[in-house]
């Protein structure tokens, strides 16, 4: 089974629907984050999570929200989708760095491709 | 602002080349820095991790260089093959509240049989 899984891997959604990416992970890591990646952006940070009473803004917060439900369950949500959220959604995880800071890589799911059209 | 760039952001060579990826960042206060390895469609599989205090990581074929004066990293192919054709993204790993991993753009890497 995979470190880090993502659910679904594909969803075509019409423009205005609520829609949900589910994460869990089996790495123990008290860390998660939702990434995007689009073509020529790269990757880009939307929310992240260093624990389960702890959720934060990145970069690209905007028409998105998220629910650590658990150590190991860290959610996406699309309150009211529109096209310009199609793209590659990934969810990640890290360990605790410590003082001397981070000495730990992140581990990746395998990816939700999402369309709204 | 902290910032990752990769280059070339695209690369042909024919099967057996050693090559060598760039990536170039603007904030040298890095933890560490990481290359992945992304399929068309597919997630990142993490190739090669170095913390800041190191200068190199090897696995297999792969070797990973960090300069932090320079704020460059390289990653080196030895004896390439088609199956190493992928984009090799590296991120770099940063401190502070968010404690952020910055990515670069990519390079898409074709190796021609």
């Known amino acids: 089974d995979a470190d880090v899984t993502q659910t679904p891997r594909n969803r075509i959604t019409k423009t205005g629907k609520r829609i949900m990416l589910e994460c869990s992970q089996t790495?123990?890591?008290?860390?998660m984050y939702w990434y995007r990646q689009d073509p020529g952006l790269g990757l880009r940070l939307i929310y992240y999570?260093?624990?389960?009473?702890?959720?934060n803004k990145g970069e690209i917060s905007d028409g998105y929200s998220v629910s650590r439900q658990a150590q190991a369950k860290f959610s996406l949500s699309l309150e009211s989708a529109i096209p310009n959220q199609t793209a590659l959604y990934f969810c990640?995880?890290?360990?605790?760095?410590?003082?001397?800071?981070?000495?730990?890589?992140?581990?990746f799911g395998s990816g939700t491709r999402l369309t709204v059209v | 602002k902290q910032e990752v760039t990769q280059i070339p952001a695209a690369l042909s060579v024919p099967e057996g080349e050693n090559l060598v990826l760039n990536c170039s960042f603007t904030?040298?206060?890095?933890?560490?820095l990481q290359w992945f390895r992304q399929d068309p469609g597919k997630g990142l599989t993490s190739l090669l991790l170095?913390?800041?205090?190191?200068r190199e990581q090897t696995s297999g074929r792969l070797n990973a260089s960090l300069d932090k004066s320079s704020g460059r990293s390289t990653l080196y192919i030895a004896a390439s093959q088609p199956g190493d054709s992928a984009t090799y993204l590296c991120?770099?790993?940063?401190?502070?509240?968010?404690?952020?991993?910055?990515f670069g753009t990519g390079t898409l890497l074709a190796v021609q049989p």
């Open positions: 991120a770099a790993r940063y401190g502070g509240a968010t404690n952020k991993l910055i």
């Open positions: 904030d040298s206060a890095i933890y560490n």
């Open positions: 790495k123990g890591h008290d860390r």
């Open positions: 999570s260093f624990d389960v009473k702890d959720i």
């Open positions: 990640a995880t890290s360990a605790r760095g410590g003082t001397r800071g981070a000495n730990y890589g992140y581990t």
């Open positions: 170095i913390q800041s205090s190191q």
